[in-house]
């Protein structure tokens, strides 16, 4: 062994090149005060280094998921137990206001039906055990339809948003009230799970002027109504708040030396280094793929005694309207996550979450008006609920993090090229004060270069300072985009690690002996040292490649080429187990305790499946449940006593190995191919277009607002904007009356990105607005066919529109409608008067499904009527396809019956895909919406995007045990003819403990005769 230059010991910790100096490095206690809520409980407490549960240090790393974008509870439970397989600790998510409040009425509150049972999140996560941060909002912004405010509020009636003015006090109230009502009870000062609660979201207005700290009173006090209602209401474990980029510094009670007010107990930062957006002109500030940000310098300015806390860092990023199909994995790859998420881990960040870890889907009208259907992501958990090598590289880092309990408490030591005799590679040291511990984090000194690099690395241990590798005078090797953290005096069980060059996965505790997981990236060596080992031996692996070299201290063990697993013994009484990448990202470490902090002796390793969920020691059985996606060998580390291995209840033909693992065969998927629909039947959908309709039934409001509540006064009158009418989601429909001869119209319609609008007189259509990328309305001059005007009589305009959603923030207020419609040479001057039409039952206020709510359908008739919905009877109908087509502006509802029966004891993912074979300009103008089982599931707008076609429909929607209804309505914005083909797509087939065959009707509310009345 060689030992390291203490000039050069020296000089690398005085060097500090690539970010902010180190005005707290090597703190005392009293410098850094351990803090807590103030209300009498210690539960939690926290201070610069990390939270502190029940005395203990905690590294929080977690993932994002929405339950609304998911609206099957039956699989928030697959969710979560991919976030607990993967090492994460923590699951956070979005509670969705508008979801949750159809109606401004309090009343209408609902946090039971379906998808709205919060309670039912939480106790999930208390018996998978994860810890929670919750985050209610009351605003949540998440690329959302108004940010998740209900859409009610966005008429102007209730003031300025996210204010202190009492009108918007007395709605977000009652809503938070419950909120905090369900949560209390789970909260872990209450032997819960729920750890952080986060009020608002991405709401940087505590300074007028930031870097003077001048206070913003009116958002400051309405921060502060939060606070103190939230307590008040029970919540007492930390309050926290998510910051939108570093310019900001609000909320944090350590940058508010004035005393302005608003703060919360821990302040949080999100950034997304690669662009939220899969289009980079989106992000104005986006920077060059793997460049880094300085984090330890804004956290040691605006919050030096909390927690370095990043509640949203990149999982990935929205795909827009104009984005490509599938979204953009490799922006936030595998790559990605190694490199940035280490990164996090070098700049001290103990609380860090994932967003998104499950993106879903945007079904109904949830979505902001840039967003289509998916909200994918590309997260590590896809659409589909499949995982792949992205939440495989999460789990390398994950699993660390859980078992590193070094990492809770860490100073900056140094950071510099002089840990190396390479000045291409940067290493970064953090060392606890306690323990002397040594976190190396090393990269390219050019975070953009991905080139190879090799070097000898320098460090400080308790038995003396290195250069490693010291055998053989070797190398370590730096490839790609990557970053490589590296432990000094790693202690794992009775044994200390003095240091490694093989990055720590994990280590476990079996019959009280440890036995600890390293790997390297596929074809690179390692060397690791032992403190007091005395003798080692391969007794799995490739024998040839190992050595072992004892020294005074211990035993130094050096491998090359790692292939496949390796298990070395050392002493007969600690395992050591070595992986490359690629089985490394198939070894598993499932809790045995429903312990978030999963101590060590409460776990086995298991390696070999696509996904182990769970696992249960019950004396000589462990029971594993999980998936698989081909025929493969289990191989399971545990207790000695244990003989027996059940995988999904089934027990297995299992052979003891000669270092006390167990080894056994699992079986791969049974095959599965899409079956064919059954029938298709249509009918006209748009009766609407003809002079005879009637629009006296419950279904219309009558147009007529000469006075609006909007700040937006500059229309035509009457006001005929769709939210003042009761109308908030999808497709409205208005009906203009004039009497006597006009020689067209003016409109201008204002629906949002990417929404659309059509226009008929007295039936004949007249025009569309296909839709724009670039603006929230659409405006045209139409001619009036002389043949269709009734010059004696009256006439009848109908504008269908397409509402995309609203903006977001104080944008929500930007209304949706008509904003101008003016008769051109009119004989009579104008219109005589207005109906307008949309989500059934909005004219009065009456949620007619509270289940799916008024995001999943708006005012078409098929929608109104409910031909949508399981139970409706068809059979009056013609019997006709969507490939079969019509020609001619207008809208026609197919509806098909899909015969399901997926294999049991297997996941079954399943797509809808839609398309047209004639490309022609004119045969892309129409749009289509996909219904499963009465859930709108997809929106397909060819003009905007053809190949944003595949829409991923998950169990529960779905019905794997008998038929589904599938409804197609398409509306054809021009008068040629429209053919669309509907496929069903099997994305994957997985043997699995989930089970996807659950009886889902109570998600599923059929037809009734109710929905008669909306004609």
Same mark, same amino acid.
């Given at each position: 062994?060689?030992?390291?230059?203490?000039?050069?010991?020296?000089?690398?910790?005085?060097?500090?090149?690539?970010?902010?100096?180190?005005?707290?490095?090597?703190?005392?206690?009293?410098?850094?005060?351990?803090?807590?809520?103030?209300?009498?409980?210690?539960?939690?407490?926290?201070?610069?280094?990390?939270?502190?549960?029940?005395?203990?240090?905690?590294?929080?790393?977690?993932?994002?998921?929405?339950?609304?974008?998911?609206?099957?509870?039956?699989?928030?439970?697959?969710?979560?137990?991919?976030?607990?397989?993967?090492?994460?600790?923590?699951?956070?998510?979005?509670?969705?206001?508008?979801?949750?409040?159809?109606?401004?009425?309090?009343?209408?509150?609902?946090?039971?039906?379906?998808?709205?049972?919060?309670?039912?999140?939480?106790?999930?996560?208390?018996?998978?055990?994860?810890?929670?941060?919750?985050?209610?909002?009351?605003?949540?912004?998440?690329?959302?339809?108004?940010?998740?405010?209900?859409?009610?509020?966005?008429?102007?009636?209730?003031?300025?948003?996210?204010?202190?003015?009492?009108?918007?006090?007395?709605?977000?109230?009652?809503?938070?009230?419950?909120?905090?009502?369900?949560?209390?009870?789970?909260?872990?000062?209450?032997?819960?799970?729920?750890?952080?609660?986060?009020?608002?979201?991405?709401?940087?207005?505590?300074?007028?002027?930031?870097?003077?700290?001048?206070?913003?009173?009116?958002?400051?006090?309405?921060?502060?109504?939060?606070?103190?209602?939230?307590?008040?209401?029970?919540?007492?474990?930390?309050?926290?708040?998510?910051?939108?980029?570093?310019?900001?510094?609000?909320?944090?009670?350590?940058?508010?030396?004035?005393?302005?007010?608003?703060?919360?107990?821990?302040?949080?930062?999100?950034?997304?280094?690669?662009?939220?957006?899969?289009?980079?002109?989106?992000?104005?500030?986006?920077?060059?793929?793997?460049?880094?940000?300085?984090?330890?310098?804004?956290?040691?300015?605006?919050?030096?005694?909390?927690?370095?806390?990043?509640?949203?860092?990149?999982?990935?990023?929205?795909?827009?309207?104009?984005?490509?199909?599938?979204?953009?994995?490799?922006?936030?790859?595998?790559?990605?996550?190694?490199?940035?998420?280490?990164?996090?881990?070098?700049?001290?960040?103990?609380?860090?979450?994932?967003?998104?870890?499950?993106?879903?889907?945007?079904?109904?009208?949830?979505?902001?008006?840039?967003?289509?259907?998916?909200?994918?992501?590309?997260?590590?958990?896809?659409?589909?609920?499949?995982?792949?090598?992205?939440?495989?590289?999460?789990?390398?880092?994950?699993?660390?993090?859980?078992?590193?309990?070094?990492?809770?408490?860490?100073?900056?030591?140094?950071?510099?090229?002089?840990?190396?005799?390479?000045?291409?590679?940067?290493?970064?040291?953090?060392?606890?004060?306690?323990?002397?511990?040594?976190?190396?984090?090393?990269?390219?000194?050019?975070?953009?270069?991905?080139?190879?690099?090799?070097?000898?690395?320098?460090?400080?241990?308790?038995?003396?300072?290195?250069?490693?590798?010291?055998?053989?005078?070797?190398?370590?090797?730096?490839?790609?985009?990557?970053?490589?953290?590296?432990?000094?005096?790693?202690?794992?069980?009775?044994?200390?690690?003095?240091?490694?060059?093989?990055?720590?996965?994990?280590?476990?505790?079996?019959?009280?002996?440890?036995?600890?997981?390293?790997?390297?990236?596929?074809?690179?060596?390692?060397?690791?040292?032992?403190?007091?080992?005395?003798?080692?031996?391969?007794?799995?692996?490739?024998?040839?490649?190992?050595?072992?070299?004892?020294?005074?201290?211990?035993?130094?063990?050096?491998?090359?080429?790692?292939?496949?697993?390796?298990?070395?013994?050392?002493?007969?009484?600690?395992?050591?187990?070595?992986?490359?990448?690629?089985?490394?990202?198939?070894?598993?470490?499932?809790?045995?305790?429903?312990?978030?902090?999963?101590?060590?002796?409460?776990?086995?390793?298991?390696?070999?499946?696509?996904?182990?969920?769970?696992?249960?020691?019950?004396?000589?059985?462990?029971?594993?449940? +999980?998936? @698989? *996606?081909?025929?493969? %060998? /289990? &191989?399971?580390? =545990? $207790? #000695?006593?244990?003989?027996?291995?059940?995988?999904?209840?089934?027990?297995?033909?299992?052979?003891?190995?000669?270092?006390?693992?167990?080894?056994?065969?699992?079986?791969?998927?049974?095959?599965?191919?899409?079956?064919?629909?059954?029938?298709?039947?249509?009918?006209?959908?748009?009766?609407?277009?003809?002079?005879?309709?009637?629009?006296?039934?419950?279904?219309?409001?009558?147009?007529?607002?000469?006075?609006?509540?909007?700040?937006?006064?500059?229309?035509?009158?009457?006001?005929?904007?769709?939210?003042?009418?009761?109308?908030?989601?999808?497709?409205?429909?208005?009906?203009?009356?004039?009497?006597?001869?006009?020689?067209?119209?003016?409109?201008?319609?204002?629906?949002?990105?990417?929404?659309?609008?059509?226009?008929?007189?007295?039936?004949?259509?007249?025009?569309?607005?296909?839709?724009?990328? +670039?603006? @929230? *309305?659409?405006?045209? %001059? /139409? &001619?009036?066919? =002389? $043949? #269709?005007?009734?010059?004696?009589?009256?006439?009848?305009?109908?504008?269908?529109?397409?509402?995309?959603?609203?903006?977001?923030?104080?944008?929500?207020?930007?209304?949706?409608?008509?904003?101008?419609?003016?008769?051109?040479?009119?004989?009579?001057?104008?219109?005589?008067?207005?109906?307008?039409?949309?989500?059934?039952?909005?004219?009065?206020?009456?949620?007619?499904?509270?289940?799916?709510?008024?995001?999943?359908?708006?005012?078409?008739?098929?929608?109104?009527?409910?031909?949508?919905?399981?139970?409706?009877?068809?059979?009056?109908?013609?019997?006709?396809?969507?490939?079969?087509?019509?020609?001619?502006?207008?809208?026609?509802?197919?509806?098909?019956?899909?015969?399901?029966?997926?294999?049991?004891?297997?996941?079954?993912?399943?797509?809808?895909?839609?398309?047209?074979?004639?490309?022609?300009?004119?045969? @892309?103008?129409?749009?289509?919406? /996909?219904?499963?089982?009465?859930?709108?599931?997809?929106?397909?707008?060819?003009?905007?995007?053809?190949?944003?076609?595949?829409?991923?429909?998950?169990?529960?929607?779905?019905?794997?045990?008998?038929?589904?209804?599938?409804?197609?309505?398409?509306?054809?914005?021009?008068?040629?003819?429209?053919?669309?083909?509907?496929?069903?797509?099997?994305?994957?087939?997985?043997?699995?403990?989930?089970?996807?065959?659950?009886?889902?009707?109570?998600?599923?509310?059929?037809?009734?005769?109710?929905?008669?009345?909306?004609?």
């Amino acid at each position: 062994m060689t030992l390291s230059p203490l000039t050069k010991v020296l000089a690398a910790l005085a060097s500090v090149l690539s970010f902010a100096t180190i005005p707290h490095s090597l703190a005392s206690d009293t410098e850094w005060p351990i803090r807590d809520t103030g209300l009498g409980d210690k539960t939690v407490q926290w201070d610069h280094y990390s939270l502190i549960y029940n005395g203990e240090r905690l590294f929080s790393f977690g993932g994002e998921f929405h339950p609304f974008r998911i609206p099957v509870p039956e699989l928030w439970v697959d969710i979560m137990e991919k976030i607990k397989a993967s090492g994460m600790n923590t699951m956070s998510f979005y509670n969705h206001w508008g979801f949750h409040m159809p109606t401004s009425d309090p009343g209408s509150l609902d946090f039971e039906s379906g998808a709205h049972d919060l309670g039912r999140l939480y106790e999930i996560a208390k018996e998978l055990g994860l810890f929670v941060h919750s985050r209610p909002g009351p605003y949540i912004n998440a690329e959302l339809n108004a940010g998740g405010m209900p859409l009610w509020i966005t008429t102007g009636e209730y003031g300025a948003l996210r204010d202190n003015n009492t009108a918007w006090e007395a709605k977000w109230k009652p809503y938070m009230d419950r909120v905090a009502e369900i949560t209390a009870p789970y909260q872990v000062t209450r032997n819960g799970t729920v750890i952080l609660f986060q009020i608002e979201n991405e709401f940087p207005q505590q300074w007028a002027d930031v870097e003077a700290k001048t206070p913003n009173p009116v958002p400051i006090a309405y921060m502060e109504e939060l606070f103190e209602q939230m307590q008040a209401r029970g919540i007492d474990i930390p309050l926290t708040h998510n910051m939108p980029g570093q310019r900001y510094k609000s909320w944090s009670v350590d940058y508010d030396t004035v005393g302005a007010g608003g703060n919360v107990h821990i302040y949080g930062l999100d950034n997304y280094p690669s662009c939220w957006s899969c289009m980079p002109e989106d992000c104005s500030t986006s920077n060059p793929s793997f460049t880094l940000m300085d984090y330890t310098a804004h956290f040691n300015e605006v919050s030096p005694k909390q927690p370095s806390m990043m509640p949203e860092f990149q999982g990935g990023a929205m795909n827009p309207w104009d984005g490509p199909a599938g979204g953009c994995e490799a922006k936030t790859d595998d790559a990605f996550v190694n490199f940035y998420y280490r990164d996090n881990v070098a700049q001290r960040v103990t609380i860090l979450g994932l967003y998104m870890f499950y993106g879903g889907t945007n079904w109904g009208w949830l979505a902001a008006p840039f967003v289509p259907t998916s909200y994918g992501y590309s997260a590590a958990i896809a659409e589909n609920r499949a995982i792949g090598a992205k939440f495989y590289e999460i789990k390398s880092l994950a699993l660390f993090t859980r078992s590193a309990t070094d990492l809770t408490k860490t100073d900056l030591v140094g950071n510099s090229t002089l840990y190396t005799n390479n000045e291409a590679v940067t290493t970064i040291e953090l060392r606890n004060p306690d323990t002397d511990a040594g976190i190396y984090a090393i990269r390219h000194t050019d975070p953009t270069s991905n080139d190879e690099q090799t070097f000898r690395l320098s460090v400080r241990t308790s038995v003396g300072n290195f250069t490693l590798p010291t055998l053989e005078q070797g190398t370590i090797g730096l490839n790609g985009h990557i970053q490589k953290i590296l432990v000094t005096d790693f202690r794992f069980g009775n044994r200390n690690l003095i240091y490694s060059t093989a990055e720590v996965l994990t280590y476990g505790i079996f019959d009280k002996e440890p036995t600890l997981a390293l790997w390297v990236p596929n074809g690179e060596g390692g060397e690791f040292f032992v403190q007091g080992a005395k003798s080692g031996k391969v007794v799995a692996g490739g024998k040839a490649e190992v050595k072992f070299s004892r020294s005074r201290e211990g035993l130094i063990v050096n491998f090359k080429e790692q292939q496949g697993m390796t298990v070395l013994m050392l002493d007969d009484d600690a395992r050591v187990i070595v992986m490359d990448r690629d089985t490394v990202h198939l070894f598993w470490a499932p809790a045995l305790t429903s312990d978030p902090r999963v101590p060590a002796n409460q776990v086995a390793f298991v390696q070999g499946p696509y996904l182990v969920r769970s696992a249960k020691l019950d004396r000589h059985t462990i029971s594993l449940r +999980g998936d @698989s *996606s081909q025929a493969t %060998e /289990l &191989e399971v580390f =545990t $207790e #000695s006593r244990v003989h027996t291995v059940k995988w999904n209840g089934k027990t297995l033909a299992t052979h003891k190995t000669k270092y006390n693992s167990l080894k056994a065969k699992i079986d791969g998927p049974r095959r599965f191919s899409a079956p064919s629909f059954r029938s298709w039947k249509a009918q006209d959908s748009l009766p609407e277009r003809f002079a005879n309709y009637s629009d006296s039934g419950p279904a219309w409001a009558n147009a007529d607002h000469m006075t609006t509540v909007s700040k937006y006064k500059d229309a035509t009158k009457p006001y005929l904007y769709a939210d003042e009418y009761g109308f908030h989601a999808g497709v409205q429909l208005w009906r203009g009356y004039f009497n006597g001869s006009a020689g067209g119209v003016n409109l201008k319609v204002q629906g949002g990105i990417a929404h659309g609008w059509s226009a008929w007189l007295n039936g004949a259509f007249i025009g569309s607005f296909l839709g724009d990328l +670039g603006s @929230s *309305s659409g405006s045209k %001059e /139409l &001619e009036f066919p =002389t $043949e #269709s005007l009734k010059a004696d009589g009256q006439n009848v305009l109908l504008v269908l529109q397409d509402n995309s959603g609203h903006d977001q923030g104080s944008a929500s207020l930007n209304v949706r409608g008509i904003i101008n419609a003016t008769l051109i040479d009119s004989e009579s001057g104008g219109f005589n008067s207005w109906k307008v039409a949309g989500t059934a039952g909005g004219a009065s206020g009456t949620t007619i499904d509270p289940v799916r709510t008024y995001y999943n359908e708006g005012g078409l008739t098929a929608e109104r009527l409910g031909w949508h919905l399981p139970g409706f009877d068809d059979s009056e109908w013609s019997t006709s396809t969507p490939s079969d087509g019509f020609a001619g502006a207008g809208a026609k509802f197919y509806r098909g019956i899909l015969p399901l029966d997926t294999p049991a004891g297997h996941d079954v993912a399943l797509s809808v895909k839609i398309s047209f074979e004639d490309k022609s300009s004119e045969s @892309s103008n129409f749009r289509a919406y /996909l219904y499963v089982n009465g859930y709108q599931y997809g929106r397909y707008y060819p003009y905007i995007n053809s190949a944003v076609n595949t829409f991923p429909v998950p169990p529960g929607i779905w019905e794997y045990s008998g038929d589904n209804v599938v409804g197609l309505a398409v509306w054809n914005q021009g008068s040629g003819e429209v053919r669309v083909d509907i496929k069903l797509q099997v994305d994957y087939v997985l043997a699995s403990a989930l089970n996807v065959k659950f009886d889902g009707e109570y998600l599923r509310p059929g037809w009734d005769e109710s929905r008669t009345q909306y004609v």
